[in-house]
Every structure is written in C-alpha cells, then in structure tokens.
C-alpha cells in the first residue's frame, strides 16, 4: 500500500554522504577554544594577577649556608688488626655518613635551640602579613620553663608607656606544655579568654598554665608586639627537620649545612651554634680520656699521700732521737740496691692496678673513654693501639645510637668492630695481667734477698734503712704520679676537635622563595589551563547536538543541508524578507532537491524530527514558499494532528483541515485554504481527534494522497515528531523525499540513533538529515556569514558574495 523506493543513502555512491573519520580536526577543536578568547584571556590575566599579588606580600624566604671539614678518621689501631678478625672492609668506610647523623640530630638541635633562647619569637603586623623579628627586639619575655606554660597561640602587646603596656590574645590557638613530660601537650579545658589587662614592665604575667616577665628594652608608645611561646622539643624538631646537611661531592669529605628561613640572622646564628656545639661534643669526646687518666692519678695520689707524710715524719724523728743521718758505705750501697728494687716494684704495682681497673671495664661493659695505657707508664704499642681503637669506637657507637636504631647497618657494623677490639684487648690484658705479676714476684724474691744482707747491719742502721726505705717509696710514686697528673692535663690542654669550620654561615642576599618568575608562569599557564580545562569538560558533558560534522559522522544518511537562526520574528522569512542569509539556506536546500530527486516534474516532502522544538514546522513553512517563489504549484499538510503549528504562522483558524476530511465526508478540496501567495495554499491539520493514528492509517488517507498529487506541483508534509508518535513512520511511504529535522543546541546527541534506527531497522529509503538553527560556529564556516547569497539591488537584479569573516571577528559576532 505505502511503496518504498530504494534508498540511495544504503547504496551506491551518494554525492552527499560524508566520509566518516574518526580523526580529530585539529583545526575545528582550536577553534572552539578561540569561541572564548576572552574568557581564556581574561582567565590568564587574573592568573598572572594573583602571582604578582603573592609575590609582593608573600615572606621573603633566604637560604643560609655554612661548610665544615671532617677528618674521615680511622681507629689507630693497624689495618692488620681488622684484617685479621675479617674486618678489614669495614675499616676502611667512609664516616661521612655518620657525621650527617650527627649534626641533623636531635640532641644537637635542642642544645643549640636552648643556648640561643629561641623559645620565644616576636612578630610585627604589617599591612597585609605579620613578619618575624629577631634582633633589635623592642621588648624581651623572660619565661620560666621549669613550670607549664601556653604554647603555639599568640600574645598581643599594646605599648602604653615606657612604662607600661596592654597585654591580650591575639588567636587562642594554644597548647599546654608540662616539663614533666615535655613531649606530650594538652589542649585548654576552655578557651583562653586573656581580658586586656594593663601591666607594667618588669611585673609577672602569671595565669592558669602560664608565667613570664616582659621587660622594656626599646618599645615606643603606641608599638604593637606579638609573641608566641614555642617548647624546646618542638622547636628543636622543627629545625631539626628543615636544616639539610649533605657532602659536597661524592669524593670531598666537605659538608655544606643549609637551612631556608625568613629571617637571614636567625639562620646565620643557628647554623653557627650547631658547628660550634658539634665540635664541643667532638672535643669533650677526645678530652674525656684525660679526664679519666686524671680522676685515676688523683685516687692514687689521695692514698700515697698520706702514707708519704706519714714515712716522712717517722724518719725524721727517729734521726732526731738516734742521731744517725747517713748510713755507712755497705749501707749505702745495699739501700741504694733496695731502692732501684722498690721503685721498679712501685712501676709495676701502679701498671698491674691499671690492668685491673682495665679487666673490671671491659668485664661491667661500661661505655665511655678508658684511660691509656702510656698515661700510667705500659709502654707495650699492642696495647696502647687496641685501647684507643677500643676508645674511638665506643665514642663512635654513642653518636650512631644517638641517631639510629640498632638495627640500622652501620650502627651494627660498629658494634661488631667494638666486639672484635674487645676480644682481643681482654686476651692482652690477661696476658699483662699474668706476666706483672711474675714480675713482682721477681722483684719480691730479689728485694728478700737484700733484706739478708741487711740483717748483718748494726740494729740503728737497719732500722733507718727500714724508715728510709718506705719513705723513698713512697716518695717515688708521689712524683711519678705527680708528672703522668701534669702529662694528662697538657694533653687535655692541648686536644683540638679533628674537624673544623670552613665558612660561618653567610646568608644569601636574594630570596630563594617566592620564585617570582615560576610564580609568574605558573599563574600564567592555570590561567590557561583552568579555563580550557572547563570548557574542555564542559563540551565533553554536554548532550546537545552543536557540531555539524559531529552530527554527520553519528548519523548514518548524508547530512544535506544547514538553516542558519532566524533572527526576526517573521515565521516565514522566504516570503517576507527574500535577502536574508536564512532564505538563501532554503534557496541552497531546493537546489539540492534536484540531486537527491532528478528528473521529476512532480514531488512530495516529508519533514519529521525527534522531538518537539526542533524546527520542523519552520522547515517545511518556508521550503514550501522556496518553491512557490519559483513558480511551482506547491501546497503544505499539516500532518501533526496532535499539536497542530501551521495555523498560527500563517494567521489562519484551525477550524478545518485533514482531521475533518479523515473524519467525515468532507472532500479535500473544501479544507484547502490560500497562504495569500498565488501558488502557495494549505492544509491544515484541522480540528484535534481523539485518535489521530487511527486516521492516518485509512484507506482514505491514501486516496487523498493521490489525488492532491495529481492535482500540485510539490506537497510537502508536516508530521508529528516520529521519537514521540507511531503514526509518523507510516507517512514515509507517500513521499518521494524524507528529512529529519535537528536543531543546534537544541536536539540531543542521542537522537541522531533515532534516524540510524528508521534507515536500519524501519526500512525508510531516501531520508536525509537537516541541521536548523545553526548559529554556533564550530569552526567549519557555518553560521553567520558563509556561503553564497541571493539579494536585490537597488535598479537590478542579482547575487552578491558575502566573504567569510575572519575566525576573532566571527568570535567576537558569535551567538550562543
């Protein structure tokens, strides 16, 4: 009943199929970012603002450095000592490592933190920021640690006088800080609500949680201080963290130690207190062995001398009383014998204690420095090089605990070295042990050989020898401790630290934040990138049909031809303003009738769309008057028997049409009304029925179809959208040629599936899609000036060209 001729879209070469590409236009999606120069320009201008804005009030932030030398120091004791308990590759590392542990440690954070005061920290308000002071204070808080006080918030002075001031609380962020347990703080049960208070200079300020005494230094009537008290663990973390100590090549054994700081002196005298504490800790460590050696010849020297004292009264009484002061020749010569016997006693008497005291050290496994051996007069080298190997590397272990864990390598590396040393000094030391005592029993066995020969003396002279005897050995051992007391503290006087400063710390004279440059760039490229950021997702979110050749590439027929918007309130633009670049749309889209339909004195027309508000009615008004104007005998249907349009475009009342024709026996020549152009008239829709549908589909219908064939040029047909009403898909048999309407910016994306369905699945033959209301330029030249026109002069008739427009004036003219 409803023929179907074949459809040129699904065979055969179609002049007007577009190849489809999945590639991306380069050109059109530039395009469409320039659509919004000004809001990228604009976006890049506040962009490069707002970094100037940060770079003029934001701190300055100065780098200050310094450079130290270590000494990469060995244990004296000979590499064939390690060697020999396997441990001769790791005598050989470097310490450098160690060392950066060492000044980026706690401990030497807090101490330099707590000899430099920095507890509190003074700002002045400027006009956008607060900046820190730090010299040249104009007052000075004096706090006392040893009790809780408020830390983290803000105090506030207001000088009244140089007398006086007006303390408050500039933020109450605070914190509360016990010195029993100084690394865990407490949040105030309530907010700190300080009233202003007015003291005077020199008065405690003492509340709950906090005690301090602010002295006048410099402040002047009317200055505005604010202060903020910082506990010492979280001040010595802080830098503790920002100071970066790190070689200056991989070769060099230079550390260079750096810290960034807004305040260039506060980093200069930081840096300078942490050198100067690490070499006093280093200096402590080599004077400790002094110390020790001096602590032990004090011990001895508190118990010789009173016994020297003692002896020495002894002899000069019994002299007085007997009246013997020199001895006789053989005397002489046996107590000069004894007395060489004795001192040599008294040397190794004084070595076999240090040996003990050495066993004893070795055996508690005590930590610190051991006394050596050359000190007390042991002269073995084996000895004095496994003591001070044993020395050094105790010291060593102490900084690497200190710092890491136990588990960590080179903490356990030292440890294994420590063991190996201690092993082989206790084997020496018992071997000492054992050899100074077969020595004193030597000496013993010799000095009783002599007491024989002292026997066969007179009773006075034995006994003096006896006094004198003691009295000299005591004497001996007073004099030699006496010089090893005066070795050790010359030793002690003369230690320097093995490492030392290369440059003080010299802050640098520009800032190294804020990068004013890279601040520039980066505000220049988000102000870039935000904006086509949001329009890059805004396009990707959007579901509304904007791109022509989108739009040809989703739909599976030739898109054939684009109506520009209409931008006068005229319904019929074709009839009423003939030069306008919309009725040259109409114009270009009758010419392409002739390829899509050639060799036909007669055709029919059918416009449908997915949806309501497309444009169809619009479309199908003013092809028809395109045909009318050139003379063809055309008339419009109003198939919408729904929501009838037609009537309202043209003036008209919808009292009759296709509806009464379908409906009754009114013959179609009576609902035929004049559009007022001689070869133009119209059927409207008519009256709206119950069941439109059912209508369309009579036999009837059919034979009307024939008839106003016969009877007209062109019929064009105005139907109800076919993604809303089924009777629509039944009305594509009558025509010759079928258009599905879309509107830019209008119709959804996903409609075009609708059309791809109808040639698919519903077998509709020669339907072709059509893009109204173009007013959006994607870049390809549609929309407002493209193309060719049709207008009249003034004495003639012609055409005239109307140029493309540049891509930033079409920008500047576009419409959305």
Not at 545 to 556: F, H, R, T
């Amino acid at each position: 009943m409803y023929p179907n001729t074949p459809n040129p879209s699904n065979s055969g070469q179609n002049p007007f199929m577009v190849q489809k590409e999945d590639e991306i236009d380069l050109k059109v999606l530039l395009f469409n970012y320039l659509q919004y120069w000004v809001l990228i320009l604009a976006c890049m201008f506040i962009g490069v603002l707002g970094a100037f804005l940060f770079n003029r009030y934001a701190t300055n932030v100065f780098k200050v450095e310094s450079s130290i030398l270590v000494v990469d120091d060995k244990p004296s004791l000979g590499t064939d000592l390690f060697e020999s308990s396997g441990l001769g590759m790791l005598q050989g590392k470097s310490n450098i490592e160690n060392e950066i542990g060492i000044l980026k440690s706690f401990s030497l954070a807090e101490e330099a933190v707590t000899d430099l005061n920095l507890n509190v920290q003074y700002y002045k308000e400027g006009f956008v920021s607060t900046t820190q002071i730090y010299d040249k204070l104009p007052v000075m808080v004096a706090v006392n640690w040893k009790e809780t006080q408020l830390v983290g918030g803000k105090f506030r002075i207001e000088v009244i006088d140089e007398d006086s001031f007006e303390l408050s609380v500039e933020n109450d962020e605070f914190r509360i800080f016990n010195p029993k347990d100084p690394y865990y703080k407490t949040l105030p049960e309530a907010s700190l609500s300080l009233p202003k208070s007015i003291y005077s200079f020199g008065q405690e300020v003492k509340g709950e949680n906090f005690s301090f005494t602010i002295n006048q230094i410099a402040s002047l009537s009317g200055d505005v201080i604010l202060f903020n008290l910082v506990d010492t663990p979280s001040l010595a973390l802080k830098y503790k963290e920002e100071l970066a100590v790190s070689p200056i090549n991989k070769q060099a054994s230079i550390l260079t130690l750096s810290l960034e700081t807004p305040v260039r002196r506060l980093g200069e005298d930081y840096i300078n207190k942490i050198m100067e504490v690490y070499l006093a800790r280093e200096l402590d460590e080599k004077n400790r062995a002094s110390e020790n050696t001096v602590k032990f010849i004090n011990e001895q020297l508190s118990g010789i001398s009173d016994s020297l004292r003692f002896s020495e009264n002894k002899l000069q009484e019994y002299r007085t009383e007997n009246k013997v002061f020199n001895l006789s020749e053989e005397g002489a010569v046996i107590f000069e014998r004894l007395q060489e016997l004795e001192k040599e006693k008294g040397q190794a008497e004084i070595n076999l204690k240090y040996y003990q005291t050495l066993r004893d050290y070795l055996l508690s496994d005590q930590r610190g420095e051991m006394m050596a051996p050359s000190v007390v007069g042991v002269t073995d080298p084996l000895l004095n090089s496994l003591v001070q190997a044993y020395s050094e590397l105790q010291a060593q272990q102490e900084r690497l605990s200190a710092n890491f864990t136990e588990l960590d390598p080179s903490v356990r590396e030292n440890a294994t070295r420590i063991q190996s040393t201690k092993r082989q000094l206790q084997e020496n030391v018992n071997s000492a042990l054992a050899n100074t005592n077969n020595l004193i029993s030597d000496l013993n066995g010799q000095i009783r050989m002599l007491d024989i020969d002292i026997n066969s003396l007179p009773e006075t002279e034995r006994n003096l020898i006896s006094i004198q005897r003691q009295f000299t050995i005591n004497e001996n051992i007073y004099i030699y401790l006496l010089q090893k007391k005066a070795e050790a503290e010359i030793t002690k006087a003369a230690n320097m630290p093995k490492n030392s400063v290369l440059d003080f710390a010299k802050a640098s004279q520009t800032p190294v934040a804020p990068k004013r440059s890279l601040n520039l760039l980066i505000g220049l490229i988000l102000g870039l990138i935000l904006p086509i950021g949001f329009i890059t997702i805004k396009d990707f979110l959007n579901t509304k049909i904007e791109d022509p050749k989108e739009l040809e590439n989703q739909i599976k027929v030739p898109l054939i031809g684009m109506i520009g918007r209409n931008n006068s309130e005229d319904a019929i633009p074709v009839l009423n303003n003939p030069r306008s670049t919309v009725t040259e749309s109409f114009r270009s889209l009758r010419a392409d009738m002739t390829y899509l339909s050639p060799n036909r004195e007669k055709l029919t027309i059918l416009f449908t769309s997915s949806i309501s508000g497309e444009g169809k009615t619009f479309v199908s008004i003013n092809v028809a008057s395109v045909y009318a104007l050139m003379g063809k005998k055309t008339i419009l249907i109003g198939l919408d028997l729904r929501k009838p349009k037609i009537a309202e475009d043209f003036g008209l009342a919808n009292d009759k049409g296709m509806s009464t024709c379908l409906s009754t026996d009114t013959p179609w020549q009576d609902v035929v009304k004049s559009t007022g152009h001689k070869d133009m008239d119209v059927i409207l829709s008519g009256p709206i029925p119950p069941n439109p549908a059912e209508l369309l589909l009579q036999d009837k219908f059919g034979q009307i179809m024939k008839e106003i064939k016969e009877a007209y040029d062109v019929v064009i047909f105005d139907c109800p959208p076919v993604g809303l009403v089924s009777e629509t898909k039944e009305l594509f048999g009558f025509a010759d040629i079928s258009f599905f309407v879309f509107r830019q910016g209008y119709s959804m994306k996903g409609n075009s599936q609708i059309l791809n369905n109808l040639v698919e699945k519903g077998g509709v033959s020669k339907i072709y899609g059509i893009l109204n209301d173009v007013h959006i330029d994607k870049g390809y030249g549609y929309g407002y000036g493209y193309g060719y026109g049709y207008g009249y002069g003034t004495n003639s008739y012609g055409y005239h060209e109307e140029v493309q427009l540049p891509w930033w004036k079409r920008a500047i003219r576009r419409k959305s």
